[in-house]
């Protein structure tokens, strides 16, 4: 391993072994192998340590035997980028794995292969160049840019065909040889049952020094905007006993619990681990709550854990949105859920609102601001709005969706400020240019992702052609935009 040698690259050296410092690993899972794998995730250590692929990755990948797998994160500060594992520089890898979740994740990646003057489009590397494999949750639903850039994409969930090509792997093969052995007859995602777990904890990470449990994947749920009831496949859960085990089994090590779903409050038996949280003492924390489907039991569990906010997620303003969204929750759902969180002592609830679609209304718009300042009139002393504007992805019923422009929402924005000047409510907005951006990069197709690639190899910035390409896009959906409207309005 390379020593730095420089006082920039000792700077990042020393941010890297203090993060690492603070981790405590529940599992062992050094890897001996002579196949040296970087496992990379797109976004920072905070959001990576946090996603339970990682963890599952780390996990697997070293349990061949013939593997050594280490983590990175992107920083963009970073030059050399030292593992987290073994501090060992990240070009002293010859595979590189990047797990890419979010459409905005994929301009983190371009930059560190820009940064080791790795070509961005595969057909341009060559022997000397790491092979570069992309996985993660982008694949489930538009894979047109990674497959341009990754010589090897593994569709869907981790498989077991994956694995074997990988430990047939050895480490005097050539680049064509590791890509022949790792390419799958997957063209289309792969699900599978086995859900995951924290191999490490570290308080650096979103969710804190929490101890993390799959319970479920996938969701029958089917809400029109959102791409999990659609293309994870179909809802498959973990056993609670499984649970039960899971969380007695590291009561030494830790009492601080997660749970994470796509809708945690869907698993069959969220209030069983409730109550054996209460039980035990131990303290739980879950991903999301369907608000129609809190429970008294799951509440309790909550507060006992010293959490001082609850988040529900109406997602539509008035009723009609909801209906148009196919959420199946009623205003009287909401006001139940707010109801019970005051019942348990909460003070403070986060509300996730989407806000923008083409067919809304202003009166829509009005609805979010009164349901506000409704949850302040029951006592709640902070009322959080987080405001996202509708993005229409791929394989959704609104995959054909035009988003509405960059000025009507920011007139949108403007109009639902004006309505909440009041003390002890808060709005967050997502960033209207960053949803744009994420709206081209969910719909990019095979052409503009290698015109895309050809700016960014350049060194442009490549933001305004994304939005020429978002805006070409919505141009070519003008035709949904004067006779699609009935069918989703519910209208």
């Known amino acids: 391993m390379r020593k730095p040698r420089d006082k920039r690259s000792w700077s990042e050296y020393e941010q890297v072994s203090s993060l690492k410092f603070r981790e405590r690993f529940v599992t062992e899972v050094s890897g001996f192998g002579d196949v040296r794998v970087a496992l990379i995730y797109p976004n920072s250590y905070e959001v990576g340590s946090a996603s339970l692929s990682t963890h599952v990755l780390l996990r697997k990948l070293n349990e061949l035997g013939s593997v050594r797998a280490e983590r990175f994160f992107y920083n963009k500060d970073f030059l050399k980028y030292y593992s987290f594992d073994s501090l060992t520089p990240l070009d002293e890898f010859k595979i590189w794995a990047f797990s890419v979740h979010f459409e ?48 090897v994409v593994h569709r869907g969930d981790l498989s077991e065909e994956f694995l074997d090509g990988l430990s047939a792997v050895d480490h005097w093969m050539h680049r064509k040889e590791i890509i022949a052995s790792l390419e799958t007859e997957h063209v289309t995602p792969f699900f599978s049952d086995v859900l995951g777990e924290s191999v490490f904890i570290s308080p650096d990470s979103v969710f804190g020094d929490r101890y993390l449990i799959e319970v479920g994947r996938g969701c029958f749920r089917k809400c029109r905007f959102c791409v999990a009831g659609h293309r994870y496949g179909r809802p498959r859960f973990r056993k609670s006993d499984e649970v039960f085990d899971l969380m007695d089994s590291v009561a030494d090590f830790t009492n601080r619990f997660g749970l994470v779903a796509a809708t945690v409050t869907d698993y069959p038996g969220i209030d069983e681990v409730a109550e054996h949280c209460i039980e035990k003492g131990y303290e739980l924390s879950v991903s999301s709550l369907r608000l129609d489907s809190v429970s008294d039991t799951l509440m309790k569990s909550l507060r006992l854990s010293n959490q001082s906010i609850f988040t529900i997620a109406p997602e539509g303003g008035s009723q009609r949105m909801r209906d148009a969204f196919a959420k199946g929750i009623s205003r009287g759902d909401i006001l139940s859920a707010l109801e019970l969180g005051r019942k348990h002592g909460f003070r403070r609830v986060k509300m996730y609102y989407i806000y923008g679609a083409v067919f809304e209304r202003r009166e829509d718009r009005q609805e979010i601001a009164e349901m506000a300042l409704q949850a302040s009139s029951m006592g709640y002393t902070s009322v959080v709005l987080s405001l996202n504007p509708l993005i229409p992805k791929p394989g959704t019923p609104f995959e054909e969706m035009p988003m509405e422009s960059l000025s009507g929402l920011r007139k949108y924005e403007k109009e639902i400020r004006s309505e909440l000047l009041v003390e002890g409510v808060k709005l967050d907005f997502e960033s209207l240019k960053e949803s744009q951006v994420q709206f081209a990069l969910a719909n990019i197709d095979k052409s503009h992702s290698r015109e895309l690639l050809a700016h960014v190899e350049r060194g442009v910035d490549p933001t305004p052609i994304l939005k020429k390409y978002a805006e070409e896009v919505n141009s070519k959906r003008k035709e949904w935009k004067k006779h699609g409207k009935e069918e989703y309005s519910g209208c």
């Open 104 to 151: 905005l994740d994929l301009m983190n990646v371009f930059d560190i292969l820009n940064k080791f003057s790795v070509p961005l489009r595969k057909e341009e590397r060559n022997e000397f160049h790491p092979v570069i494999i992309a996985g993660g949750a982008m694949t489930y639903f538009n894979d047109n840019l990674l497959t341009e850039v990754a010589d």
